[in-house]
């Protein structure tokens, strides 16, 4: 069974920094891009930062600078780094495992990132 179960989340004032974990189990880790993608009230889905098994990285530009995402093989986790938050950056944030040879990919159920003016 795979489970994508994130944590980190919480509430912090612009300015500040959280970082959140995605620990994956029942997937070959390093057979999957590992993504961060949040949805803020009232807004669709969007892609936050996506990394490879090889370390490639890309960022939404609205993060870019900002956030910094990683993963460890050896843990089967992906973190997301995020720095000099905004109450733009408000949302629940969900872990995404996506294989390279495409097919189904996996969602976590999220985790909630409040961000105080």
């Known amino acids: 069974q795979v489970q994508l179960v994130e944590s980190g989340g919480g509430l912090v004032q612009a300015g500040g920094s959280l970082r959140l974990s995605c620990a994956a189990s029942g997937i070959i880790f390093r057979g999957y891009i590992m993504g961060w993608y949040r949805q803020a009230p009232g807004k669709q889905r969007e892609l936050v930062a996506r990394?490879?098994?090889?370390?490639?990285?890309n960022y939404a530009d609205s993060v870019k600078g900002r956030f910094t995402i990683s993963r460890d093989n050896a843990e089967n986790t992906v973190y997301l780094q995020m720095n000099s938050l905004k109450p733009e950056d408000t949302a629940v944030y969900y872990c995404n495992a996506d294989h390279v040879l495409g097919g189904r990919d996996y969602w976590g159920k999220g985790t909630l990132v409040t961000v105080s003016s």
């Open positions: 990394i490879t098994n090889g370390g490639r990285t």
